[in-house]
């Protein structure tokens, strides 16, 4: 199977005709999925971990609710579901800060991509980074069924939209994650700056363009306006599909250009 | 017929100003061991790399079989170049939580080693290396030696075509290394193709049926070991003399049958005897003719009547001086040309 991502995003001319002079795109879906497979494997240790943390923190909150359960049940879930999700960005970058540049920086490189084609250990560990974010939110959402059934005898829909966005939001800070970690040589380097853009450059560049806030951590914050519609930030109404498309627009292009740099970097 | 199975043409790179390979064309042959040597930063490494599809060359061409016998440009058809080469490419590292048996089975499935023979493959590339007492061990917890075992074991699981083989030796201990040799020869008469750089002239002249010399990112030599040898401008005997020579001799006794043999010494500014107590004896340099040898022969027996025990051709650093020389000759010649173009 071949793709032709120099159709898909015609954007600058000669330097995507220098692009073309690379390796050939080589892409299997059996070696994507063996890629995403070991990359689970590899890290399963921080899988476990973050099944323990996921299942204690959102357990801690749920039980002291549960003693004295608020009226609405969409009310619960907002002091639920919204606590764990300020944990996101220390979770993706634990698991996409490294994840590309170690590589290169540990030398894994020289044996690895003499294997099989650069596209397809893109799409391979990506995904399983992009796996573990749907692991996170899977937690509490799987939870959150049982406490609802068992202590309102329902399950709003706004718990799975909460899922979808949240979903968004992880997968773009991995994005922006899997972007410096394509550029940085070092592992360590990658994420350090990475989560200053994201929790510094971003946000203050956000906050300049004004409301509504054109950054992504915003999204933790714009989060109650699915439990809440008319919920108030500050001064201003949030507008859920500004977020969206915000995270759409760090997304894309991030994940994009992180794609073009690794096949084409240097080992 | 021998068939091409990688050809590099007008092959460069360039990292800023630094010109690491510089128009490198080479050819390699079906079946043959190509022994790739040259000084450190010669651009060994940086060659193999672009081969592997590691680095983009700043220009050129690299051609590899497409099994056909016939060449297709390396970067359009990347599944022949992953499936039918094994690169050990540097100082490899591997991913520290895993085990050899695991890593070896992930890159097979990568390959695509068919399910059936995963296990098998596995188990014959780890014996060839010595490293099946291992097997079930964290690669973090290896030593050098045994993870530079790995990375020969992971270039040829998967029974490449051609191995692609950079300084397989490092690091390793004397009967690893000699292991390592026999590997290549086994290889060698499975039919195999072995690219292989190395700074162990000896194992190089031991194993490869050509070699080509590189420096400065210039080719500056390629050539079967004989034909090579042909163009070195000296060529040494070892005279072994019965006893050792009056000290207040000596030099009286190196000129006269230097000036003997002068006609047979194509080098006109060094002395081409010079005398060893440790023998006792002499180190004569010649053109390598044979024909001069029989005439220095004679002089030193019938004209100077030397009592001579031992009268040989030293050949155990063939390789080393060939090198030597032509690493040097390109040398000045490089520094004339740089100093013509300052000028
Ligand atoms: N990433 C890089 N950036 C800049 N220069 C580089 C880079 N990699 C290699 N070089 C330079 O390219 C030249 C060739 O290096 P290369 O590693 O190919 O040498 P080599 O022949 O393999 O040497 P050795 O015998 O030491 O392994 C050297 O001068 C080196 O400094
Ligand atoms: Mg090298």
């Given at each position: 199977?071949?793709?032709?991502?120099?159709?898909?995003?015609?954007?600058?001319?000669?330097?995507?005709?220098?692009?073309?002079?690379?390796?050939?795109?080589?892409?299997?879906?059996?070696?994507?999925?063996?890629?995403?497979?070991?990359?689970?494997?590899?890290?399963?240790?921080?899988?476990?971990?973050?099944?323990?943390?996921?299942?204690?923190?959102?357990?801690?909150?749920?039980?002291?609710?549960?003693?004295?359960?608020?009226?609405?049940?969409?009310?619960?879930?907002?002091?639920?579901?919204?606590?764990?999700?300020?944990?996101?960005?220390?979770?993706?970058?634990?698991?996409?800060?490294?994840?590309?540049?170690?590589?290169?920086?540990?030398?894994?490189?020289?044996?690895?991509?003499?294997k099989t084609?650069?596209?397809?250990?893109?799409?391979?560990?990506?995904?399983?980074?992009?796996?573990?974010?749907?692991?996170?939110?899977?937690?509490?959402?799987?939870?959150?069924?049982?406490?609802?059934?068992?202590?309102?005898?329902?399950?709003?829909?706004?718990?799975?939209?909460?899922?979808?966005?949240?979903?968004?939001?992880?997968?773009?800070?991995?994005?922006?994650?899997?972007?410096?970690?394509?550029?940085?040589?070092?592992?360590?380097?990658?994420?350090?700056?990475?989560?200053?853009?994201?929790m510094a450059g971003a946000t203050a560049f956000g906050i300049l363009l004004g409301a509504p806030y054109y950054f992504p951590i915003y999204a933790e914050i714009a989060v109650i306006q699915i439990f809440d519609p008319s919920a108030v930030d500050g001064v201003f109404i949030i507008d859920l599909s500004y977020v969206i498309i915000m995270l759409l627009a760090y997304l894309i292009p991030c994940l994009v250009l992180a794609y073009l740099r690794f096949r084409t970097r240097d080992v | 017929m021998t068939q091409t199975v990688v050809k590099f043409s007008e092959l460069k790179k360039k990292y800023h100003d630094l010109i690491a390979v510089n128009d490198l064309n080479l050819e390699i042959y079906q079946g043959e061991v190509l022994g790739f040597v040259g000084p450190n930063g010669a651009g060994k490494t940086t060659t193999m790399k672009m081969l592997g599809g590691l680095i983009k060359p700043t220009s050129g061409q690299i051609e590899i079989t497409n099994g056909n016998g016939s060449l297709a440009k390396a970067r359009e058809v990347p599944s022949e170049l992953y499936r039918r080469f094994g690169f050990l490419i540097d100082i490899p590292a591997f991913y520290g939580h895993v085990t050899p048996r695991k890593i070896l089975g992930y890159y097979c499935r990568l390959l695509g080693v068919p399910?059936?023979?995963?296990?098998?493959?596995?188990?014959?590339?780890?014996?060839?290396?010595?490293?099946?007492?291992?097997?079930?061990?964290?690669?973090?917890?290896?030593?050098?030696?045994?993870?530079?075992?790995?990375?020969?074991?992971?270039?040829?699981?998967?029974?490449?075509?051609?191995?692609?083989?950079?300084?397989?030796?490092?690091?390793?201990?004397?009967?690893?290394?000699?292991?390592?040799?026999k590997i290549m020869k086994k290889l060698k008469d499975l039919g195999k193709t072995i690219f292989l750089s190395s700074h162990m002239l000896y194992e190089i002249s031991e194993i490869c049926d050509r070699i080509a010399i590189i420096n400065r990112g210039e080719l500056i030599a390629v050539d079967k070991l004989v034909n090579l040898e042909q163009k070195m401008t000296k060529q040494e005997i070892g005279v072994e003399l019965l006893e050792p020579i009056n000290p207040n001799n000596v030099n009286k006794l190196v000129k006269e049958i230097s000036e003997k043999i002068k006609a047979f010494s194509e080098n006109d500014d060094k002395i081409p005897v010079v005398y060893d107590e440790n023998i006792p004896g002499f180190h004569i340099y010649y053109d390598g003719k044979p024909s001069s040898r029989k005439n220095i022969h004679k002089i030193l027996t019938s004209d100077l009547k030397l009592p001579i025990i031992g009268f040989s051709r030293v050949r155990t650093s063939r390789l080393e001086e060939l090198y030597i020389e032509l690493v040097e000759n390109n040398e000045i010649k490089y520094t004339q040309n740089n100093k013509l173009k300052r000028r």
């Open positions: 199977m071949k793709l032709n991502i120099l159709k898909i995003i015609n954007l600058r001319g000669d330097k995507l005709m220098a692009l073309n002079l690379e390796m050939k795109r080589n892409l299997s879906m059996n070696q994507i999925f063996v890629i995403y497979k070991f990359e689970l494997f590899l890290h399963r240790k921080r899988y476990y971990l973050m099944l323990i943390l996921g299942l204690v923190m959102y357990n801690l909150t749920a039980i002291i609710l549960a003693f004295s359960p608020p009226p609405d049940v969409k009310l619960f879930m907002a002091s639920t579901v919204g606590q764990i999700g300020s944990l996101l960005v220390f979770l993706t970058l634990f698991f996409a800060g490294g994840v590309l540049a170690d590589e290169f920086d540990k030398g894994t490189a020289l044996t690895n991509f003499t084609g650069r596209d397809n250990f893109f799409i391979g560990k990506s995904l399983a980074v992009f796996t573990s974010v749907l692991i996170w939110n899977g937690i509490p959402l799987f939870e959150n069924i049982i406490f609802s059934l068992a202590l309102y005898q329902q399950v709003p829909l706004e718990l799975f939209s909460w899922f979808v966005f949240y979903c968004l939001v992880g997968g773009t800070y991995v994005a922006i994650y899997l972007l410096f970690s394509a550029i940085f040589r070092s592992g360590t380097q990658a994420m350090v700056m990475a989560f200053f853009f994201i | 399910k059936e023979k995963i296990e098998k493959q596995i188990e014959w590339a780890l014996k060839i290396v010595k490293l099946t007492r291992w097997k079930n061990k964290k690669i973090k917890e290896f030593s050098k030696g045994m993870k530079q075992r790995l990375g020969l074991a992971q270039a040829i699981v998967h029974e490449p075509d051609v191995a692609v083989l950079d300084e397989p030796q490092t690091g390793l201990d004397p009967a690893a290394r000699i292991q390592v040799r």
